[in-house]
Structures are given as C-alpha cells and as structure tokens.
C-alpha cells in the first residue's frame, strides 16, 4: 500500500507509505539468508532493500572461504573444535553463546547451500573441498574457487528469488523509527527516483554490513561498509559492543595515491598467499624485519602481529615512499608465482610491476571491524521488533576475528532471525502518530533541506579527513592522547558539517552526506571504546598499555544518551558449555602456516 501526503517548503515534504510486516535492510548474504528462511515459514509480506543492485552487495568480495566443521579431510573436526578456535582467536571477549550457534549450524549449512546448488569446489569424490584459511586446527573453510562470496550471493539470490521474495534496490535507509523500546519501521529514500518514503514495519531486520571504512586505508568496496547498520541501530537506541576491536590485514596494497592508475587501487587486499608461497617483507632498509617481532613464525605469523610489525616499521622511518614496506616474492620461478598466484600477477602485471623481478608495496588496511550491534539469543536488539545480523551485529568474533567467520555468521543468524521473527509478527507495522510527528517528520525536513543546500564543505572532502584522522589515531598503534585528540578533531568535523555544500537527492554528494552522519556516530564510538579500554588484546594494541589484563576481560558497550550523547558501560563475559570448554581443554593447535 503506498500514500502520500505533506509538501511545501518548511512543511514536511512528500513521501510514499510503505506498509509491510517484515522489512529486511540488507540485501548481502545475511539479509538474504533471513528472507529465505522467512519465507519457508510462511512469511511473505517481506521487503528486502539494498542500497546497489539486485545481488551487487559487499558479500561478493569474499573470497576465501566459509567455515563450517563439516570434515571432509579431517573428520576428527567438529563443531566444539570450531568454537574453541574461535574463542581463541577472538581473546576469549567473543559471546560464547554466539560462537556456538554459529559453529553448531555451520556443518547444516553447508550442506544446505550444497543443495541448493553453491558451486563450491569439490574433492575428487564430489565432496565440498575445505581448505586451511589461518589460525585454525583443521581444514574447514569451503570455498568456491577465490570467489566464494559471488557463488554465495548467487546461490542465496536464485533461492529467495524461488520464494518469490520482494526486493527493492537502490533504496537507502536513513533512519530507523523507534520510541527507543520498540521499532515501528523506518525512513529513507529511493536513490534513483528522488522519492522519500516511510515504511510502517511489524519487525526490521538490520542487515546493513559493517563499519571497516571508516578508516582511509581499507580493503572494502567503495561507498559501501561506512557503518550505516550500526549507527542506524544506535540512533534508534540499541547498545554497539565491541566496537574498538578492528582487524587490520597486514597487506593492502601502498600505492602512490597521486597516480590516478594507481590511486583506486589504496589499501586493496594483496593475498596472505604471497606470504604462504614465501613472500618475504623487507623495509626501506633492506632489513627482513620479521626476525625482530616474530623469529620463529617471521611472516607467517597471525594477522594482528604482522600488521603491528608493519606499522612499527612504517612509525619508526623505515617505511616506502608510498608509505608500506616490501613484499618481495622475486626469489621464486615466474611460472611458479603465475601459478600458485594468477590474480595477484595479473593485478600487478597490469599496472606494469612484474612480482618475479620485483618487490610490491604492502601496508596494513583496515578489513573488518568486529564490533557492532548488541543482540539477544534471537539477534534481537536492546529495542523490541529491531534485530541485528552478519557483519552489523556483535559477539561472535570478540577481539579478533578468524578468517572464513563472517560469511559463516551471515547465514548462521539469517536463520536464526527469520525463524524468531516468523514467531513474532502478525501483520504490518503502523508507525504511532507520536513517533511520526516527533521523529519521522523532522527526519523528512531535514533530508529535504539537505539536498541542494549551500555550504562550505563538500560531504566527501569531510569523508576524507574523518577517514585520516581515524587512520591516525585509532589506527594500528593506539595511545590515549592520540586517541583523545582524536575525539577533537572529530568533534571538528561535526562542527563543519553543520555547513556542508550538497547536491540533490539522487546526487553522491547527497548519500555522502547521510554517509558522513553515520561515519561520525561510528568513529565516535570506536574511538572512546578504544580510549576505555587500557590494554592490548587482540587486534586492538594500546602503545601505552602493551599487556592483556585480565580485569578488561570483559565488553565495552556503547549507548546513546537522551541527550544524543555517548555512554559507555562494561558487560562481563559468559562462559562457554561444557563440551565447548572439553574442547578448549584439549588444547587444539591452531595453524598459521597454511594461508592459502
Ligand atoms: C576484501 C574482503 C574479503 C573478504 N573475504 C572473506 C572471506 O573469504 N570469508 C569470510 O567469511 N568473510 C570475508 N570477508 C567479510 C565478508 O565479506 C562480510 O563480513 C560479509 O559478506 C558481510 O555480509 P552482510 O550480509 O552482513 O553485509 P553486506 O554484504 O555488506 O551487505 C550489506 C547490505 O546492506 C545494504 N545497505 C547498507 N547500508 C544500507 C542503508 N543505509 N540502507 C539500505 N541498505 C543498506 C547494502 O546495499 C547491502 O545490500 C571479506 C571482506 C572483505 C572486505
């Protein structure tokens, strides 16, 4: 059903009604999975939105691989052992009630996604290959080729499309519309078409990605990851844990940004398999320096420490001109690296480097931001009817994340939220008039004299020093004045937002503009999680507090104030089940070594 209605300069301005039991905001694997699931219990007045096109979502640059310990090298794996190497990965503050429902399912789902025609690769026997991907004790990440997260997409895309289910592309959310108890649905506008609209939703799925570039060096899709689930969830009055802990992966490509061949290429992941082939990582001194952090594991060491001795290197002088350190795999055959390495040859072969005569540029780029939204055993949030999954909600990967989790958890907790929603809703939402005058409409005005209103500072030239001043000081490296000036620098670039020069509705700079609002929100958080929390654990490493300590075994959570403020607060940890800790207890091994 859709109306119209206000209009009028200084009135609210029109907007279509959308009346719908489910609205899922989030059109990746996580959101798509809750769709599927919906509609095989029965639900089918869904909206599923994205902000793209229909299948063009963040998922589709996962590569390597989703867990899941379905053993088929090594059948002494199972899901306990899945967990265990989770919670060790993630310094033991990962929700262990979380881990598990992840890893439990995992072994189902994968055999799910087999047969519904996922075209991972196969053993010789037609088994679904699993393979090493870091830091675990046995083979469990399935994989399809280095483009698992296209065939996932895919294969999720083609099954709701079975199910017939609704999609609207091109659609972005701006807010979501909460007494701060309960959710009522949400505002937003149609990139393409100009039109605003409000939808009246029984229950909203957050499935909006996460927040890993906020930073300026990141491995993630342009305009895509800047926080919006987050910061939406948080406006709407649901706690953010977590949100300090930021994987950074050691080697994103260093480039001279001043080059325009070169330049969109800033901070794109070059593969761990460089390292696992025997990529050696120099810096402008010609000194290996891995010996000095890491003699024994040298570049084949986890993620975090790797990442930390690269930007100690580059913090101290002796980095690149572009800002990296050497990744020289020139000792092995051509034909070897074009082999073992097509993409990674091929990538750089174009831009004119040959990786067999010479060193490439790395430096650490933000990859994957842990944190995000609280939410219950049925990924339900702090508000009644709002739930929260795949890389916008919290608690499965703790202070570091293991490769091959995420895609995992976007299908983990699209079930489980399609089945406790299916439980819940019995018909569409209404948005009260209280709600509708004192949030909904201000909302809408305020969308409408953003656009094409004049100013001084271009939304994206304030992306851009947001993004800085984050790499700067909640980086890699943290200390506490770095990260208090931080907050003042941000709190300067709110200030000159308020003066912001935007175009209309359908333009960039207008999404930029509502990008920028929730980058803010973002940053903010993670900066005073990171300035709270006085130790290193994981990937979030204090200069001025080197040591785990154990009082902080805890999370950090962030709330809005009724004043629009931050408050933040501590939770403690759960303990894992019985066989979950019998699993811990054996000590698995987890492996470094065969980054593949
Ligand atoms: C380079 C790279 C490689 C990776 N490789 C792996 C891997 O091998 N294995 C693994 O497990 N993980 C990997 N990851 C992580 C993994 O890809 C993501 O965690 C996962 O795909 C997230 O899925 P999602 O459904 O939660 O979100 P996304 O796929 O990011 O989807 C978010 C959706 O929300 C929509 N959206 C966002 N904001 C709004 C808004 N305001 N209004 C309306 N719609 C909105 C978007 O348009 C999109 O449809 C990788 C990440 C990167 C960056």
Not at 60 to 88: K, M, Y
Not at 248 to 274: C, I, K, N, Q, Y
Not at 386 to 403: S, Y
Not at 435 to 445: D, F, G, K, N
Request: hydrophobic share 35%.
């Amino acid at each position: 059903m859709s109306a119209e209605s206000g209009g009028g300069s200084g009135s609210v301005p029109a907007y279509t009604e959308v009346d719908v039991e489910v609205l899922v905001i989030g059109a990746g694997a996580a959101g798509a999975r809750t769709a599927i699931e919906l509609a095989e219990h029965g639900v089918d007045d869904v909206l599923v939105l994205g902000k793209r096109n229909h299948g063009d979502a963040h998922t589709t640059w996962a590569r390597g691989g989703i867990n899941g310990a379905l053993g088929t090298h090594d059948p002494e794996d199972d899901w306990t052992i899945h967990a265990a190497d989770t919670l060790n990965e993630g310094h033991f503050v990962n929700d262990p009630e979380k881990v598990e429902t992840v890893t439990e399912q995992m072994p189902e789902r994968l055999r799910e996604l087999d047969d519904w025609g996922m075209d991972f690769s196969r053993t010789e026997s037609g088994e679904p290959d699993q393979r090493y991907f870091g830091a675990q004790s046995f083979r469990r990440t399935a994989f399809a080729g280095d483009y698992t997260g296209e065939a996932l997409l895919n294969t999720l895309v083609e099954k709701a499309q079975e199910h017939e289910v609704p999609y609207r592309e091109n659609v972005m959310v701006t807010k979501l519309l909460s007494d701060g108890e309960r959710s009522y649905g949400a505002v937003g506008f149609d990139m393409e078409s100009n039109e605003f609209l409000l939808f009246n939703a029984g229950a909203v799925v957050l499935a909006a990605g996460g927040y890993a570039a906020v930073y300026n060096r990141h491995s993630s899709r342009d305009d895509e990851n800047n926080g919006d689930g987050p910061a939406l969830a948080h406006d709407a009055g649901a706690r953010l844990m977590d949100m300090e802990f930021v994987q950074f992966h050691p080697t994103g490509m260093a480039v001279d940004e001043s080059d325009p061949e070169w330049e969109p290429w800033s901070g794109r992941l070059v593969t761990e398999a460089v390292r696992g082939e025997g990529g050696r990582l120099y810096n402008a001194d010609g000194e290996r320096f891995m010996e000095r952090y890491s003699p024994d594991q040298m570049e084949l060491d986890a993620r975090d420490v790797v990442a930390r001795a690269i930007a100690q290197e580059i913090s101290e002088g002796r980095g690149t001109e572009n800002g990296g350190v050497y990744l020289d795999i020139s000792h092995r055959e051509q034909s070897f690296i074009q082999e073992r390495l097509p993409r990674m040859y091929e990538r750089f072969s174009e831009l004119g480097v040959d990786m067999a005569e010479e060193a490439v540029e790395v430096a650490p780029t933000s990859h994957y931001g842990m944190g995000g939204v609280v939410v219950d055993e049925n990924a339900e949030t702090d508000v009644d009817g709002l739930f929260a999954i795949g890389e916008t909600m919290a608690g499965v990967h703790g202070a570091n994340r293991l490769g091959g989790n995420s895609l995992a958890e976007t299908v983990a907790y699209g079930v489980v939220a399609g089945e406790a929603v299916a439980e819940r809703v019995d018909g569409p939402g209404h948005v009260p008039e209280a709600v509708l005058t004192s949030l909904a409409e201000p909302h809408l005005r305020g969308l409408q004299s953003t656009a094409g209103v004049e100013g001084e500072y271009e939304p994206e030239t304030l992306l851009t020093e947001l993004r800085d001043l984050m790499w700067e000081h909640a980086g890699i490296l943290r200390d506490e004045a770095s990260l208090q000036a931080g907050l003042d620098e941000l709190d300067d670039v709110r200030r000159k937002a308020e003066r912001l020069d935007v175009g209309g509705v359908t333009s960039r700079s207008f999404e930029f503009a509502i990008d920028l609002g929730f980058m803010l929100t973002v940053s903010e958080s993670v900066l005073r999680s990171a300035l709270e929390r006085t130790e290193s654990r994981g990937a979030h490493y204090r200069t001025d507090h080197t040591e785990v300590d154990s009082d902080l075994q805890c999370n950090i959570c962030v709330e809005r104030t009724d004043l629009g403020g931050m408050a933040l607060s501590t939770e403690p940890v759960d303990e894992p089940s019985e066989p979950v800790r019998a699993a811990l207890d054996e000590g698995h091994e987890l492996d470094y070594h065969q980054l593949e």
